[in-house]
């Protein structure tokens, strides 16, 4: 096939080269999917403003996202089960990401651990916490999180439970795949995943094997969440997290003002406006419909954060116009890593990078830093109407 020039051609890529149980993994969202649905259609319907005869030369993408230099303000999500959409991946798409100048964020749910991460790459990268009922777990979590150099710290607000996924349940997703004739079917079809996979020993969940006391059925995320994840999670459970810490706070999964104007009470550095991707509560808003609202709730006291339906660089200006200072992608990096390993988390910021650079350049600006509301169209999306009478 040739290079792909979007997003949606390396989705399609990864699609015939990772095992299904694990590219419907990343392809999921909650339930009916409503929400994951959402979260790229509502992108889609805002429109932006095209202007002519500006001065488009000397064009600059780089902006900060807490306090940290960027070359574009697209990070890279925390995505559970990486190193199953490839062999390494977390530790290829670390490399891709400090080459491309944008935040890498590593999973609790990682296939390679923490400490792998840091000792295959030179600039720090930030880590992603899930609160454990065992809070000497997270401790040690944090601990290492830090011993390993990590600048920021994200805990994740809206996973306490699992939203129930239809397609992980049918596929009977387990990491490493278990040798039941449908996994063994599903990886013998993807013969090049299969062979780089058994090149490499990291096949389960790095964070936590060898590391958790008493742990039950890893192999299963389902089990392991409900076994293990605090539903008592609380906002005094995030101020520990932060005396713990003492580092950069990123509180990611907020989707309501209310609960935006509770996290900035927190003294966090940024707050990510997400539903997780779809994947938890289907029927929530989309992400990029409710971030005007909290930015103006909260965005005078603390940096405010996107993430959910981003597939473009158009999407990413999008959303910066509506108030957010940074963006994350999840699944079009997967895709990437799913195609092509490292060459293809490149090729995806490589795409988005474009795409937001003559997006903005067509709009008639030349610094991302400088893009607002003005650069999007306030009408309602066109409806089809009578056509109009000439007045008698
Ligand atoms: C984990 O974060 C998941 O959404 O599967």
Not at 215 to 221: A, I, R, T, Y
Not at 242 to 257: C, H, R, S, V, Y
Request: charged share 25%.
């Amino acid at each position: 096939m040739a290079t792909p020039l979007t997003i949606a051609e390396l989705k399609e890529v990864a699609r015939r080269r990772v095992p299904k149980m694990f590219f419907d993994y990343a392809d999921s969202g909650a339930w009916t999917e409503g929400t994951y649905k959402a979260n790229e259609a509502d992108f889609a319907a805002i429109k932006l403003r095209q202007r002519v005869l500006v001065d488009m030369t000397n064009r600059s993408l780089e902006s900060t996202m807490i306090g940290e230099k960027v070359s574009m303000p697209v990070a890279l999500s925390p995505t559970g089960l990486t190193g199953m959409q490839h062999a390494d991946g977390e530790i290829l798409a670390a490399q891709a990401a400090e080459v491309a100048g944008v935040p890498f964020t590593l999973s609790t749910m990682s296939v390679c651990s923490i400490e792998d991460v840091a000792a295959h790459t030179i600039k720090p990268f930030w880590f992603q916490l899930y609160v454990m009922k065992d809070r000497e777990f997270v401790k040690s979590l944090i601990n290492r999180a830090r011993a390993a150099g990590c600048s920021a710290l994200v805990v994740t607000l809206d996973l306490q439970i699992l939203g129930q996924r239809h397609k992980d349940i049918r596929n009977g997703l387990s990491t490493p795949p278990k040798f039941i004739p449908k996994h063994i079917w599903q990886v013998a079809t993807r013969p090049r995943w299969a062979f780089e996979m058994l090149g490499t020993k990291r096949r389960s969940f790095g964070n936590i094997v060898g590391h958790a006391q008493g742990v039950g059925d890893l192999s299963s995320l389902s089990s392991w969440t409900a076994e293990q994840f605090d539903p008592r999670l609380s906002w005094d459970d995030v101020a520990w997290i932060k005396e713990q810490w003492g580092g950069k706070l990123i509180l990611k999964g907020i989707l309501d003002a209310e609960d935006a104007a509770m996290a900035a009470e927190t003294g966090a550095d940024a707050i990510i406006v997400s539903n997780h991707g779809g994947r938890q509560l289907d029927g929530a808003a989309s992400s990029i419909s409710v971030l005007p609202e909290i930015v103006k709730a909260v965005g005078d006291r603390i940096e405010v954060h996107v993430d959910g339906g981003i597939r473009s660089g158009q999407d990413v200006l999008k959303a910066l116009c509506l108030g957010a200072q940074g963006t994350y992608i999840g699944r079009p990096f997967l895709y990437g890593i799913g195609a092509y390993g490292k060459r293809g988390v490149t090729m995806a910021l490589d795409i988005i990078r474009n795409e937001l650079d003559i997006t903005m350049a067509l709009c008639g600006k030349r610094d991302i830093r400088d893009v607002g509301p003005e650069l999007l169209h306030h009408r309602l999306p066109v409806v089809a109407t009578e056509p109009a009478r000439p007045s008698q």
